[in-house]
């Protein structure tokens, strides 16, 4: 099946700082990809949609400034959580749809630890 | 977007048949029912789709009866490798929404 990768798999960073989550998509093309984020014991949550060429859609309630995401090519999504928190520790997923959008694949996922 | 419900958590016994229903009463005439599987620290990973009757591959089982309002997921055998949450989605992809899934725990 088709896979996507996303780099880092962990990140642990200061307070303050900006962080840059990659999400590639490694045998396909996606022209659409989705950025989640799921805290300890809860579900995911979708934060953004990721639209190649153009600006991302952002979900109600997450900050468009803070969480930064850029999809400059059809195999590449980037996620920066800029000034980081303490609060913004979690675990980040994208994916990308397959084709006919019938399954969607998922990274890795990111552990963001912001100390 | 169709909202479902399922089981927070089952328990099973190593080689057991293991079944979770997923309810979703709201179902769209165009949507399918899609399983995902969710290891700790792991993204999603797709297990199985369908969109009526009875679908079948070869790690699980989907049963979907004709009002589509509910569906099965159908573990044959479990192992303490099938430990893991799990998630039932309707619709396409073009906005997945996770509901809280169902934990499942194997136990030998």
């Known amino acids: 099946g088709a896979v996507v990768s996303q780099h880092p798999s962990w990140v642990i960073c200061k307070s303050g700082t900006s962080v840059k989550i990659e999400c590639r998509s490694l045998?396909?093309?996606?022209?659409?990809m989705f950025w989640y984020r799921q805290f300890p014991k809860q579900s995911l949550m979708l934060m953004a949609t990721?639209?190649?060429?153009?600006?991302?859609?952002?979900e109600q309630g997450v900050e468009k400034d803070k969480f930064l995401i850029n999809h400059a090519s059809l195999t590449l999504s980037t996620l920066t959580v800029t000034s980081a928190h303490p609060e913004d520790s979690s675990f980040y997923i994208c994916?990308?749809?397959?084709?006919?959008?019938?399954?969607?694949?998922f990274g890795q996922g990111t552990r963001l630890t912001v100390v | 977007l169709a909202k479902t419900t399922q089981p927070i958590s089952m328990d099973s016994y190593e080689g057991q048949e293991v079944n979770i229903t997923c309810s979703h009463n709201?179902?769209?005439?165009?949507?399918?029912i899609t399983w995902y599987q969710q290891f700790p620290s792991q993204g999603p990973r797709f297990i199985i789709q369908?969109?009526?009757t009875k679908v079948t591959n070869e790690v699980a089982s989907l049963f979907i009866p004709a009002d589509r309002k509910s569906s099965t997921l159908s573990l044959p055998r479990v192992s303490l490798s099938d430990t893991a949450v799990y998630y039932c989605?309707?619709?396409?992809?073009?906005?997945?929404?996770f509901g809280a899934g169902t934990i499942l725990r194997v136990k030998s």
């Open positions: 994916s990308a749809p397959g084709v006919g959008y019938a399954e969607a694949f």
């Open positions: 045998d396909f093309q996606a022209t659409t």
């Open positions: 990721s639209n190649e060429g153009s600006k991302a859609t952002y």
């Open positions: 709201n179902i769209a005439t165009n949507d399918y």
């Open positions: 369908g969109y009526k």
């Open positions: 989605l309707v619709g396409d992809v073009s906005k997945l929404v």
